[in-house]
């Protein structure tokens, strides 16, 4: 779905009519802020009385208030991928707010208790969430890591208060290179401590998570080099036994792209290449073609083909320092730079886990959606979703994610006239007032 041409839109409102409620505000009692109708792009932005609009489905709805209200408000197993960044747990408070480390989990577990209950026996949390130190010491929280265990584990909060606990699918890693090197005075002042560039991100689900996920549908594209390796194998390089290890890479079944194993970025790039042999082991080369690659003297020639394709995986290099964004330059084209959100969720996160555990047409939620990424990828790979958010600004200013760019100009003109004429307004009452006071 690429554009919003009449078959595409067709084709869209066809899903979401299919895989009931048909418009997502069916799922709320509340009034949203706003919703949009379905479509891949342009002005799909509503707020009055034209929708829900009789052949185009309400595609997702953006609501201002207390997530664990509005939580309350949605049936039970009516979502299919909660998907979220919450404030991390930080001694410097950010300006969208934040909770001690100390006391995260209690108030975290306030929202996951009615994740759970509204998640499809099916369903995917996802959270993205960051580490912190301890006050006044350059040593780690483990706050993160005890959250982990107070949602899923056995011994947990979820599982001892409220006899219900989330299953750790997979842990994910969000490698971002650009982000600060701070704390400053064990970074950059004492020089005791490195750059803190990491990003945990948990993937529960509510039950085993065997229908819904497919790896296939994350692939990562073959190198040239890795095409050419399955095509041909090394027939130029037998080992002394003369066995022919080219069939273990003729006609593989992921004729699409490979697998995405764990953690490779981060072990390549942290000097561990030495090792390579134990890297070929886990993303699972054969032990016959390791064996030749070794006794021949070729483990680094294997690892250019075998690990290059694996370089984005589990970890996910993603440099979070967008600046020319169509939010962005919407912001400060309508003065708006205030309201921009200053912890924006990467596109690329939700994306991956949208396309993995959801298929079109399900509902996708973020319970912390600043300036709703979630909801503008969702709305862009056709499925139906729902926003919360508690800042009224963050919500008014994610309007700019669902409009196109001429109508977001025309608005800034228009607010200017009206400044403008306001302005005049002003002015002239001013200059009457003061020659009243002269008379």
Known sequence: MDSDDGNTLDKLCGILERNPPRDATELMASEPAFVTAAGIEGDLVREDDSYPEPNRPVQGASYCGDSRNLLEELDDESIDLVVTSPPFGLRNKKQYGNEDPEDYNEWFL??????????????SFVI????????GKPIRS???FKLLLELADEEGKMATKWDKKFNLAQEFYWYNPAKLPTPAQWVTIDRIRLKDAVNHVWWFTKGEGREKPDNRNVLKPYSDSQKHLMENGYKSRLRPSEHDISDKFDSPKQKDGAIRPNFWKVLYEAGHSQDLYHLLETVDIPPELMEVALENDLVEELADVAINPYLEDEVREVANTRSQTKYIKACKLHDREDDIHPARFPRELPEFF????????DVVLDIFAGSNT????AQQMGRKWLAFEFEENYVETSRFRFRSW?????????VDEEQQQLDETVSESQDEAAETTLK
Do not use: S
Request: cysteine-free.
């Open 110 to 123: 306030q929202f996951a208790r009615e994740v759970y209950r509204v998640l499809d026996d099916e369903g």
């Open 128 to 135: 993205d969430i960051g580490g912190g130190w301890e006050k």
């Open 142 to 144: 483990l706050y993160h």
């Open 354 to 361: 949208i396309d993995f555990v959801t298929e079109p047409g």
């Open 374 to 377: 979630v909801g503008q990828v």
């Open 406 to 414: 001429d109508t977001i100009e025309q608005e800034a003109v228009e």
